[in-house]
């Protein structure tokens, strides 16, 4: 029995490789701390899996300063309901503005 491409899983552990865009991280740098909202010395966050042999995308980052990025480092989901924030929204939205921003920049 053979499945169709799309519902057939894929090997374990088989890895996808992050994307990677130097340019939407600036994007994400110019704009204000999501905890904070400072504008100055705004870091990229990466959120999602990232650790020993992992990597998170370019794409799932969030603007923070130094502070707030030691603070979302240390405990995701406890600087999520601190700021009141739901962060997969959020880089849903970042992502979305980016590309009319960069769509406009062509």
Known sequence: ?????????????????????????AFIRCLPCIGCLKTWGVQAMHSGPHGLGQKASDLDTLPGCPRCHEAYDANPRQFAERHQLDIPALIRRFNEFYVRVKGRAA
Do not use: G, T
């Open 1 to 25: 029995m053979n499945a169709p491409l799309q519902i057939r899983p894929r090997p374990p552990y088989q890895r996808s490789k992050p994307v990677r865009d130097r340019a939407y991280l």
